[in-house]
Structure formats: C-alpha cells, structure tokens
C-alpha cells in the first residue's frame, strides 16, 4: 500500500523530492546502551507494559497516518509525543528527517501497537542526505518542547547510529527499504513523566543550533 506523497525539502541541495511513502516502521528500544534499555523495559513491566520480543523492537502501521499537514486529532486524553530522527529509503538512497511519535499512553498498558497506531505521525520536510550526517551522527542532540516546556534534551549519541538500527530491521525480516519510512526511537523525557500538550515541537540540532524540525498541534476529539 503507498500512502500520500510527502513534499521533502533537501536542505543541502534546496532541492525538493516527492516522496511515495511505501511503508511506516516504528522502531523502538534502541538506546546504544543495552543496560540502559533493560532497565526502562524493566521499569515499563512494572507499569504493565509487555516487554518487546526483541531488541531493537519494530512496529510495522499504516502509511496514511504519516502526516504534514501541522495538525492532528486526537481521541485519547493521555497522548503525548516524541522527537525522533526519521529515515526515509528513495531510489537506493536514504535521508533523515524529523518527526513525532505521537502515542496514545493510556492504551500501551494493552497494546503498544495499538496505542501507537490510534495517532497520526506527524514528520517536517526538511530532510539531509544520511551520508551528509553520518561523520557528525553523535555530536548531534534531539529536543523537543511541550506547549513551549522543554521536554526532552539528549545527545543522539544515546541511541544506536541509523544504518544500525537498518540493520537490525533488515535482520528481523525487513527487506526492501525503497519508500521506507521508519522512526528510529526517541531519548528520555527530562523530568521523566509524560506532558499531555496541546502543541508540539522537535529538533534536531547540532553545536550552532536547529538543522531540521518538525511542530504540529494535538486536538482532542471527545
């Protein structure tokens, strides 16, 4: 199934691609550092939440819940976001973005499937070829701020480097990346609780400041 085109705008070459999204993969637990993730999936099964078959742990969702459009509906009260860094495969190359993991809290202690299959994923277009940001990948940081709060701040040096996590994807089954689009996780929140804002922004941001973002607003729909 492909879902809408995405308007992606190269920031390296001013370029703009149109992107056919063919699938949505949402990947998760994967911090660099494996004690560090044992111990949140230890910290989540406390909370009920299942532990993941596998780490890196992948979610394949639908393709039309990926958005632009800077707006998205809501049906939960506890939903919330999450920066993250996201890859995009087009004609055997690959380039990262940014966007939002927007999941619906009060359903993971069910399903994380379904929690994050319940909101729409918002993504910017401001893209970079990979290869441009590989040599510089761990002096990078993700941030993000919930109705202007700040939310999460972390080096992406916390995380697995992106053709890693790819690896990791392709091992688990995944095989064709040509129109992929997979988040790639996220790093802590800062005071470790869940915001339910009604506006969201990200960043992804080296030394000088922000390269690419990504913000949108959270309606509740009763």
């Known amino acids: 199934m492909t879902g809408p085109p995405l308007t992606l705008h190269n920031q390296l070459d001013k370029s703009t691609l149109e992107f056919n999204p063919r699938q949505l993969v949402i990947a998760g637990y994967t911090g660099r550092d494996r004690g560090n993730v044992q111990r949140h999936i230890d910290e989540l ?46 004609d055997g190359h690959f380039y990262i973005g940014l966007g939002s993991d927007h999941t619906a809290r009060d359903l993971e202690r069910q399903s994380i499937l379904a929690s994050k299959a319940s909101c729409g994923k918002p993504i910017g277009r401001e893209v970079f070829p990979l290869d441009e940001l590989n040599d510089d990948w761990d002096r990078l940081s993700l941030r993000s701020y919930a109705d202007d709060v700040p939310y999460q701040d972390s080096p992406v040096s916390a995380m697995l480097p992106p053709l890693d996590i790819l690896e990791s994807y392709k091992k688990s089954g995944g095989v064709d990346t040509e129109g992929l ?38 309606n509740r729909r009763d």
């Open 45 to 90: 099964a406390e909370y009920g939440i299942a532990p993941p078959q596998s780490v890196p742990a992948f979610w394949d969702l639908p393709v039309d819940l990926l958005t632009q459009g800077g707006v998205i509906g809501v049906t939960s009260a506890e939903s919330s976001g999450e920066v993250e860094p996201v890859l995009f495969g087009m």
């Open 181 to 218: 689009v997979m988040f790639l996780g996220t790093v802590p929140v800062l005071d470790g609780k869940f915001r339910f804002s009604t506006t969201f922004r990200g960043e992804l941001a080296n030394a000088a400041g922000p390269l690419i973002s990504c913000s949108y607003k959270i």
